[in-house]
C-alpha cells in the first residue's frame, strides 16, 4: 500500500490537498494530505466530490479509447454510432482539420476565430489540462466565447464591477475577522469549500453573526443567525433600504468620513450634467473642502467623447451629496412593500451592521497598524447575475465604503483578479488611472478604437467596455450570444458564424446553459466537434470524436495554490502543488500533455509550443529551465522544467527541485503576508481612491457606447445602456421577468412562483453526475429529489411530499417530485443543481430535472454586462 | 481507563456529507450502507424555520440494545466501549437492527456495486464475510488499534483516528477518551452544553452534541 | 426521517403471525381437546412453518444454530429454546396426549410470551417497544389458537375460553392503541374490533347453540389478528427517527 500525494480542483473552490490510497496498484481511497494541515486554510481537508474520484478512475461507462462518430446526422434522438479508433487515427483527424484550417485563415469570413473551444468549470479544467494552453497559445487566435455557464450564469456583476471597484473578481468577507455578515444568497457553505466551510465554522464558533436573505433555507441560512426570506431579486431594494438608514437615520458620525472623505471619490464634485468638475489646468476632478459641499469653482465639465458640456465659474455638489441626495427615497418602509421584509427588520439590521463596525478602530497586523472594520456584505449568484446585479454589487460595495470596511481586515476583500493583470498578483494590478482611481483597461468606447468588429462571436469587445480584453473577458462577454446569434445575427455585427472545429472539455453546456433544448438544436449543426470525453455525456453527444485523457488521478500536472484565489482561498501561504499518476492510465486514456504535444508536433507549430511553455504558459516561466524549442519533450521532462522553475521562484533561486522531489512531497509553500489581504494599504501607499459612490466613469462609458452603437445603426443594446448610471436607481427587477411573460402574451397570475436554483455542494462545478457515491451522500441532503415546495402551500394545492408535479412556463415543463419543506417562501420554488441528464450514464436515470430547461436565452432579460439570471416565473401543478 | 466517544458540534456542521463519503471509502461499504451520515432536520414552520445537520451513526452505547437482543452474541462490547460485530457468528437475524433507537444498523445479503458489476477498486475491497451479516461503524476501531500500538493517540493523530473525523471539513466531528479529562473531548464537553440522542432511552449513547457553549 | 424498517418484512411478519396461532393452539387443545393429536400436529406445523418463515430471512442461514448463544439477554434466543421444547413435548404429546400436552402448552405459552418480549425489546421502534405490546402478542396468540381450536370442537369451554380471550385480546389492543398511537395499525384496529371482536362474539355465541357458527367465529378471529401482527411488524414499524431537544446556536443570537 501507498500514499500518493495529489491535488483535487474540481471546482473554484479548490484547490484541496489529498492522497490517494493504492493497494496493488488500485487505487482505492482519498484522504486528506494531512502535511498540508498547517499551511492550508481549511485544516488540509478535502471536499465531498474529491471521494468521487477513486469511482470516476474506475467508472464503467469511461470512454478508454478514442472514438469516431460514424452517424453523420446529429440530434438528441440520433445514436451517434461510436467505433473505437486507434490514437494515431484521431490525431491524425484533428490535425488534418487543423492544418486545413491554418491554411485558410484562422479567422473567417466573419473574422471569427475558425477554433473554438469551451472549457468548463469557472477556469478549473486548466488545471487538468497539462500543456493544452500552450497549444492554444501556439495556434493562435480561438473562440473561447461559446459559454456553458461561465459569463452568464456566474457572479457576473461581481466578477467586472468587483475588478472596477477593488480588483475584486470575487469578493468574500475577511471571514477570519469578520462580526456581522450580511449574505444575499451567497452559498457559501456549499460553494466557498473546504476553507469557507471551515472559516465559516470557526467564526460561528467565534460569535459572528450571519444573516442570510434569501428566498430559500438553504444550507448557509441553516448555519445562520437568523435567516430573512425575501422576496427573489429584490435584494437591490434590502440593500438601499440599508443604505438609507445609515446616510438618513443614522447620525454621520458614525459613518467613516475620513475614508469617504480621503480614500473614495465621495468627495469628487459634479456639476450640473452628471460629470466631474475638473480644473481647467490639469483636466482632474475638484475636490471639495467637506464631504457634503455644493461649491462654486472654476473649471469645466467634459462628457462622452471629451465634449465640454461646461465652462467657467460653475456649481458642483460633491458625489457623497448627490448619494445622499439619491438614497432619500430607499426608506424602510419602501423596501418593505419591495421586498417583502418587515421595514423594522430593515431598519434593525442596519442598525447592527453599524454598530458591529468598530469605525475608527484599528488593528495591528504583522506589525502594520489598519482599519479595523469587521462588517461584510456577500452577494449570491442570482443576485449578482442578470438585472439588479449591478446595484447589488454598487450597494455592497458602498455600504463597506460607508464605514470603511472595504479591502480592510474585517471587511470585504476581493480575491483574485482574473481581467486585470497580472493575474497572479492583485497588488500589481494596482496602477493609477485616470481621476486619481485606479486604472481599467475598459474595451475601448472612443470612435477611434470602438470595433464593430469583434473577435469573438459573443462580441465582449464591441458591447461590454467592462469584460476587459483578453481569454477572460472572452468567457466573460455575454456568452450566450455566440449561440443565440447563430440563427439571426442583429444588426451591426457581422453574421455569427459556426466554429469549424470545437473543443470541448470538462464542460456540459447541453445541461449546464439555459434553454438546454435550443443549444442542442445548434450544437447539432457544429461540423466538427472534438470532445476530451470521460463517459458519453449531453455535448459529446453531438462530437465527431472522443478522446480519452487521463483523469484525475492518472495524469501529470503542476499548480500555484495559495496567496489569494476564488472565494475564501486566501492563504497564509502560497506556493505549488502536483498533481501525479497515483495509478497508469486506464485503457488508452492519455495525459493531456501528451495530446497537446503531439497536436503541436502534428500542426507544425512545436516551436511556438515549447515557447509558449518556456514563456509561462504552464503557470511558471521557465526562464534558466526552458525547454529547447524546436524538438517535442515528454510529458515527464516538461513538468520537470515546470517543477524546477517553480522551486527556484519559491525558493529565490536557491533550489531546483525536479519532478522527482515533487511527486514525493506533493506540495512546496512559502509564507504569504496577510497584509496582502488588503487592497486599502496599496491604494492608500499610491495616493489612489476608490470609486465609491460615484460612477462618473461608466456614465461616460455608457453614453460613448451608446453612441458608437447608434453610429452603427444597432438599437437593440438600448436597454442595456441604460444601466450606465453614476448613482444606480432602483428599477423592478422582478418585474422584468413578469413582462417577459406578458411579452408573451401570458399573464404573470398564470404562472405565480419563482423558480430559482441552489448550489449543490456535493455536485457544485463537479462534473461529477455519475458519481454514484455522490449521488447517495448528496440524497442525504433535501432537494437532491426532487423539487423543494414550501409545505403549507403544496399542501394547499393538494400535493404531498413524493407526489410529481409539472413545473412550467409558457413555452416548457418539466416533471419533478415535490419535496416538501417549511424553509422556503410559499412563492418559490427550488431545483437544486443542475440535472436532467439524458445521455450520461448513471444520471440519467435521476429523474431529476433542471431548470435550465426552463430558462430562455433572452436579450430582453440580458443585462448591460451581458450576463442574465437563474430565475424565471412558472406554474405548478400536481402532475397525472 | 479508556472510553472512546465522539463529539458533534451542531454549529458546525453543514451537512456537506464529507463524512459520510469518506466513511463509505475508509470503511469500503457497499451502495447504501452509510455507517456514518448526516441527517437533514428542520424544526418550525415557515417563516420560523430552522434546519440543523445531524451526524449519526452507532452511537457505541453504553448500555447496547442491540447488544442485548443479538442471539448470537456476534455483538459484543469492548472494555473501551466500542461495540463491535463479530462477522463469523452473526445469522444475520436483523434483531439488532430494529433494536438499535439511531438507525446504525445495516445487512446487505447480496454482494452490491456501485455500477452493477463490481469495479477495480470494489472487487480490491471486497470483503464477503460482510454479506448477510449486519455491519455499523466501528469507530474505525482497526485505525485506532494500529495507532495506538503506534503509541499514536486516537482524535489526534490522523492515523489513529476514524476517517469521518479526518474528512470533516467543518472541524465539526471529534473523538477521544471521555474518561481521560485532559482529552480533546472532554475538553469540548467541559466547555459547552451538550446532549445525546435520546438520552431518555437509557441507553447511555458515547455520541455528543455540542449546541452552545457553556454558561 | 421515521424510517420504516425493512430488516423484518413479511417472513418475519409470518413468525409472529403462524407462532402465535400455533402456540395458542396448543394452549387451546390442551384445554379443549386434550386427547386429540390433530391439533397438536397442527400447532406444531404452523410454529414449525413460522419459524422457517423467519429463517428464510435470516443472511447466513447455515449459523442458525447461533441462535442458541445468548440466552442471558436475547429474547430470540429464549423463544429459539422454547421452540425447542415446544417441539420436544408437542412431539411427546403426540405420541401421549397425556401428560404431555399440558407441559406442551406450557411450552406454547412460553414460546408465545418470548415473541411477545422480541418485540418490546426492539427498542428503535415505538410501535414494538410499548409495555403493552407483549399483553397484545399474547392475547391475540391465545384468542387465534382458540379460533382455530374451534375447527376440531366447539364445545363450550373452547367457546367460553376462545371468547374471554377475544374480550382480553381486545382490552389488550385498546391499551396498546392508546400507548402506541401508530396510524398503520387504524384500519387492522378497527377490524379487530369490529369483525374479530364483536362479531366474532355474536358468532360465538350463536356457535353455543348452532355449532356450525363457531369456526366462522373462529375464522374471524383468526383473520383480524393476522393482519394485525402482520401490520404489526410490517407496516407500523417505524424507527422513532432523531429528534433535538436543543437547536444548536449559530453565531451570535
Known amino acids: 500500500m501507498k500514499r500518493v500525494a495529489t491535488y483535487c480542483y474540481q471546482c473554484v473552490a479548490g484547490p484541496d490537498l489529498l492522497t490517494v490510497k493504492v493497494c496493488d496498484g488500485v487505487a482505492t481511497e482519498v484522504e486528506p494530505n494531512f502535511a498540508a494541515a498547517a499551511v492550508h486554510p481549511g485544516g488540509g481537508k478535502v471536499c465531498v466530490k474529491a471521494y468521487g474520484l477513486v469511482q470516476k478512475t474506475y467508472h464503467p461507462a469511461r470512454v478508454l479509447q478514442p472514438m469516431k462518430r460514424t452517424n453523420p446526422k446529429k440530434g438528441h434522438g440520433e445514436d451517434p454510432g461510436w467505433v473505437p479508433i486507434s490514437w494515431d487515427e484521431a490525431l491524425g483527424r484533428i490535425s488534418e482539420k487543423l492544418l486545413q484550417i491554418r491554411a485558410r485563415g484562422l479567422l473567417d469570413e466573419s473574422g471569427y476565430p475558425r477554433v473554438a473551444a469551451s472549457f468548463g468549470g469557472g477556469g478549473t479544467p486548466q488545471s487538468y489540462m497539462g ?77 459572528m453573526k450571519r444573516v442570510q436573505v434569501e428566498p430559500h433555507l438553504s444550507v448557509t441560512g441553516a448555519c445562520s443567525a437568523e435567516w430573512v426570506p425575501i422576496k427573489p431579486k429584490t435584494d437591490a431594494a434590502f440593500l ?62 467634459t462628457g462622452a467623447d471629451g465634449e465640454v458640456l461646461a465652462e467657467g465659474r460653475l456649481q458642483g455638489e460633491t458625489a457623497f451629496a448627490k448619494l445622499v441626495a439619491h438614497m432619500k427615497p430607499y426608506s424602510p418602509e419602501w423596501a418593505e412593500g419591495v421586498c417583502d421584509v418587515q421595514a423594522a427588520r430593515i431598519r434593525r439590521i442596519a442598525n447592527e451592521y453599524l454598530g458591529a463596525a468598530c469605525v475608527g478602530q484599528t488593528i495591528d497586523i504583522e506589525g502594520k497598524t489598519l482599519p479595523y472594520r469587521p462588517v461584510a456584505v456577500s452577494l449570491g449568484k442570482t443576485v449578482t447575475n442578470g438585472w439588479g446585479g449591478f446595484e447589488c454589487c454598487w450597494a455592497r460595495t458602498l455600504l463597506a465604503a460607508l464605514v470603511g470596511a472595504l479591502e480592510v481586515p474585517g471587511g470585504i476583500l476581493g480575491t483574485t ?129 472522443l478522446l480519452p485523457d487521463a483523469t484525475d488521478l492518472e495524469s501529470l500536472q503542476l499548480i500555484r495554490i495559495g496567496g489569494t484565489k476564488y472565494i475564501e482561498q486566501f492563504w497564509d501561504h502560497e506556493g505549488f502543488a502536483l498533481r501525479q499518476p497515483a495509478i497508469a492510465p486506464r485503457g488508452e486514456a492519455r495525459d493531456f500533455t501528451d495530446i497537446a504535444t503531439a497536436l503541436a508536433l502534428r500542426t507544425g507549430l512545436i516551436d511556438q509550443y515549447n515557447a509558449s511553455i518556456n514563456k509561462g504558459a504552464l503557470g511558471v516561466r521557465l526562464k534558466d529551465f526552458s525547454l529547447e524549442a524546436s524538438q517535442p519533450h515528454a510529458t515527464e521532462q516538461i513538468w520537470d522544467a515546470v517543477c524546477k522553475a517553480a522551486s527556484s521562484e519559491l525558493s529565490g533561486g536557491t533550489e531546483s527541485h525536479g519532478l522527482d522531489w515533487w511527486k514525493e512531497h506533493g506540495l512546496a509553500t512559502r509564507p504569504f503576508p496577510r497584509t496582502a489581504w488588503y487592497l486599502f494599504p496599496t491604494l492608500a501607499a499610491r495616493g489612489l481612491r476608490f470609486e465609491m459612490p460615484y460612477q462618473e466613469r461608466l456614465l461616460r462609458i455608457g453614453q460613448e457606447l451608446g453612441r458608437r452603437l447608434h453610429e452603427h445603426g444597432m438599437r437593440w443594446w438600448d436597454k442595456q445602456l441604460a444601466e450606465y448610471q453614476a448613482l444606480p436607481a432602483w428599477k423592478d427587477f422582478p418585474g422584468e421577468w413578469e413582462r417577459a411573460l406578458v411579452a408573451m402574451g401570458r399573464a404573470p397570475g398564470e404562472f405565480p412562483f419563482w423558480l430559482l436554483t441552489s448550489r449543490s455542494m456535493q455536485y457544485a462545478w463537479g462534473g461529477n453526475v455519475g458519481m454514484q457515491l455522490i449521488k447517495e451522500v448528496a440524497d442525504n441532503v433535501a432537494g437532491h429529489g426532487g423539487v423543494i415546495v414550501n409545505t403549507g402551500r403544496a399542501r394547499a394545492m393538494g400535493v404531498a411530499s413524493g407526489d410529481f408535479v409539472e413545473i412550467a412556463t409558457p413555452l416548457r415543463s418539466v416533471r419533478a417530485r415535490a419535496v416538501l419543506r417549511q424553509g422556503i417562501r410559499p412563492d418559490t420554488l427550488l431545483l437544486l443543481g443542475q440535472f436532467g441528464h439524458w445521455a450520461t450514464p448513471f444520471a440519467k436515470d435521476f429523474d431529476m430535472p433542471s431548470m435550465n430547461k426552463l430558462v430562455p436565452m433572452s436579450l430582453e432579460l440580458t443585462d448591460a454586462t451581458g450576463s442574465g439570471a437563474d430565475i424565471v416565473r412558472v406554474a405548478l401543478r400536481k402532475a397525472a | 481507563m479508556t472510553r472512546w466517544a465522539m463529539v458533534a458540534d451542531l454549529r458546525r456542521c453543514v451537512g456537506c456529507q464529507t463524512c459520510t463519503a469518506a466513511c463509505r471509502q475508509a470503511n469500503a461499504t457497499p451502495p447504501g450502507v452509510q455507517w456514518r451520515r448526516v441527517v437533514d432536520m428542520e424544526f418550525g414552520e415557515y417563516p420560523q424555520v430552522q434546519r440543523a445537520f445531524v451526524p449519526v451513526g452507532c452511537m457505541h452505547c453504553d448500555d447496547p440494545p442491540c447488544m442485548h437482543v443479538c442471539p448470537s452474541t456476534a455483538t459484543r462490547k469492548r472494555a473501551d466501549g466500542i461495540v463491535t460485530i463479530d462477522y463469523d457468528l452473526c445469522i444475520g437475524c436483523g434483531y439488532c437492527a430494529v433494536a438499535c433507537p439511531y438507525q446504525a444498523r445495516f445487512k446487505v445479503d447480496v454482494p452490491t456495486f456501485a455500477y452493477g458489476a463490481p469495479t477495480e477498486n470494489e472487487t480490491a475491497c471486497f470483503d464477503a464475510k460482510r454479506i448477510g451479516v449486519a455491519t455499523k461503524c466501528t469507530f474505525c476501531a482497526e485505525r485506532i488499534d494500529t495507532g495506538l500500538a503506534k503509541g499514536l493517540t486516537p482524535g489526534v493523530d490522523p492515523e489513529a483516528t476514524p476517517a469521518c473525523v479526518n474528512s470533516c471539513i467543518a472541524n465539526a466531528l471529534h473523538f477521544g477518551n471521555v474518561e481521560d479529562a485532559h482529552s480533546n473531548v472532554s475538553q469540548l464537553l467541559a466547555e459547552n452544553q451538550h446532549f445525546r440522542m435520546h438520552e431518555e432511552l437509557g441507553t447511555g449513547p458515547r455520541f455528543y452534541y455540542l449546541w452552545d457553549k457553556a454558561p | 426521517m421515521n424510517w420504516l424498517q425493512k430488516h423484518w418484512d413479511a417472513r418475519a411478519a409470518l413468525n409472529f403471525m403462524l407462532g402465535g396461532t400455533g402456540g395458542g393452539l396448543m394452549i387451546a387443545a390442551a384445554l379443549a381437546t386434550p386427547d386429540s393429536r390433530a391439533p397438536i400436529l397442527l400447532s406444531l406445523v404452523l410454529v414449525a412453518a413460522g419459524l422457517g418463515a423467519v429463517w428464510l430471512e435470516t443472511g447466513r442461514k447455515l449459523r442458525a444454530v447461533n441462535v442458541f448463544f445468548n440466552p442471558f439477554t436475547s429474547w430470540m434466543t429464549r423463544e429459539a429454546f422454547a421452540a425447542v421444547l415446544l417441539f420436544a413435548l408437542g412431539a411427546a404429546a403426540l405420541w ?89 395499525l387504524e384500519a387492522p384496529g378497527k377490524g379487530l374490533l369490529q369483525i374479530g371482536t364483536v362479531a366474532a362474539l355474536l358468532l360465538a355465541l350463536a356457535g353455543y347453540v348452532v355449532p356450525a357458527a363457531a369456526p366462522l367465529a373462529g375464522a374471524a378471529a383468526i383473520a383480524t389478528g393476522l393482519w394485525l401482527k402482520f401490520a404489526l411488524v410490517a407496516r407500523a414499524s417505524y424507527n422513532q427517527g432523531f429528534a433535538l431537544p436543543r437547536l444548536p446556536v449559530r453565531g451570535t443570537r
Open chain 3, 96 to 184: 401421549r396426549p397425556q401428560p404431555f400436552l399440558p407441559a406442551a402448552a406450557l411450552a406454547a405459552l412460553a414460546f408465545v410470551w418470548c415473541q411477545a418480549r422480541i418485540l418490546r425489546a426492539s427498542m428503535g421502534i415505538p410501535a414494538w417497544r410499548a409495555p403493552q405490546v407483549v399483553l397484545l402478542i399474547v392475547s391475540t396468540a391465545l384468542a387465534e389458537g382458540a379460533g382455530l381450536c374451534l375447527l376440531f370442537t366447539t364445545a363450550p369451554l373452547l367457546l367460553t375460553w376462545f371468547a374471554l380471550a377475544l374480550v382480553l385480546r381486545a382490552i389488550a389492543w385498546s391499551r396498546y392503541r392508546a400507548a402506541a398511537r401508530s396510524a398503520a
Open chain 1, 240 to 301: 438601499y433600504a440599508l443604505i438609507h438608514v445609515l446616510l438618513h437615520e443614522a447620525p454621520r458620525a458614525r459613518l467613516d468620513a475620513d475614508f469617504l472623505y480621503r480614500h473614495t471619490s465621495s468627495p469628487y464634485l459634479v456639476g450640473a450634467h452628471g460629470f466631474y468638475l475638473r480644473d481647467p489646468g490639469t483636466g482632474q476632478p475638484i475636490i471639495a473642502g467637506a464631504l457634503e459641499a455644493s461649491e462654486e469653482h472654476v473649471g469645466l465639465e
Open chain 1, 417 to 545: 483578479v482574473r481581467l486585470n493583470r497580472p493575474m497572479s498578483e492583485r497588488h500589481k494590478s494596482v496602477t493609477p488611472g485616470p481621476d486619481g482611481l485606479m486604472a481599467y483597461a475598459f474595451n475601448p468606447t472612443d470612435p477611434q478604437h470602438w470595433s464593430a468588429q469583434p473577435n469573438i462571436r459573443n462580441a465582449y469587445r464591441s458591447m461590454v467596455p467592462l469584460a476587459v480584453d483578453g481569454p477572460w473577458g472572452q468567457a466573460l462577454g455575454p456568452t450566450h450570444f455566440s449561440w443565440m446569434f447563430l440563427d439571426s445575427t442583429p444588426p451591426g455585427l457581422p453574421r455569427v458564424t459556426l466554429p469549424e472545429l470545437w473543443f470541448v472539455y470538462r464542460t456540459n453546456p447541453a445541461i449546464s446553459f439555459w434553454d438546454n433544448d435550443a443549444l442542442e438544436e445548434r450544437m447539432a449543426r457544429f461540423p466538427f466537434v472534438v470532445a476530451f470525453a470521460f463517459t458519453r455525456d449531453e455535448t459529446n453527444h453531438f462530437a465527431d470524436l
Open chain 1, 131 to 207: 500543456s493544452f494552453p500552450a497549444f492554444l497559445a501556439a495556434w493562435g487566435p480561438v473562440d473561447m466565447g461559446f459559454g456553458s455557464g461561465q459569463g452568464v450564469k456566474c457572479y457576473h456583476s461581481e466578477h467586472l464591477y468587483g475588478e472596477l471597484w477593488h480588483r475584486g473578481f470575487t469578493v468574500s468577507p475577511d471571514t477570519p475577522l469578520t462580526n456581522y455578515l450580511i449574505s444575499c444568497g451567497a452559498n457559501v457553505e456549499a460553494s466557498g469549500g473546504v476553507a469557507g466551510v471551515w472559516r465559516h465554522a470557526n467564526a460561528r464558533e467565534r460569535g
